[in-house]
């Protein structure tokens, strides 16, 4: 079934513009340049994302800063083994599943800490990437509370998936 989405998309697009007695091809060609001008808008802070990311990473910084941050987690009710995946989830979500693949073949899916890491995973959202692409698709340069309440929200979001697993484990 899904081999059959784009195509039948596509179809749809053009039987929709023969029906209206539009150009077909000008109006796919004016969608692919306004995909391209939004390409380029969003493209340098997905890249900056990614090397910062990489570079925390390769630094050791994660590290560190997971083992400074830990008792605070403890006293969050946070299993300080997923302080890697809070600290690194609100960046980027690729390496976050990275982190939950490693906390969950560590210590197992069925434990308490590969469950809570993949409540987290499921319940946070990648907050600086999705407010880079949406901000910066419009055109929002100053994002004023945007961010501290988003990173709130991912903060309640791990302490109740945390919370959770335990009640449930």
């Keep these: 079934m899904t081999d059959y989405i784009v195509p039948l998309l596509i179809l749809a697009a053009v039987l929709l513009t023969l029906h209206r007695k539009e150009n077909t091809y000008d109006i ?17 802070a997905l890249v900056l994302l990614l090397c910062a990311v990489h570079m925390l990473r390769a630094s050791g910084a994660m590290e560190l800063l997971s083992s400074l ?13 997923t302080a890697m995946l809070v600290l690194i989830r609100p960046i980027s979500g690729s390496a976050a ?13 069925d434990s308490l800490v590969g469950r809570t890491a993949a409540v987290m995973l499921g319940s946070t959202e990648t907050t600086f990437y999705t407010i880079s692409v949406y901000f910066g698709a419009v055109g929002i340069k100053k ?12 903060l309640v979001g791990f302490c109740m998936a945390s919370w959770t697993v335990r009640w449930m484990f």
């Design 97 to 109: 599943l990275a982190v939950g693949a490693d906390l969950m073949a560590q210590f197992g899916p």
């Design 28 to 44: 796919l060609l004016q969608g692919g340049a306004e995909g391209l001008k939004l390409l380029g808008s969003i493209l340098p």
């Design 143 to 154: 994002t004023r509370y945007a961010i501290p309440a988003a990173l709130f929200a991912d």
């Design 69 to 81: 941050l830990a008792p605070a987690f403890r006293f969050l009710g946070i299993p300080p083994e």
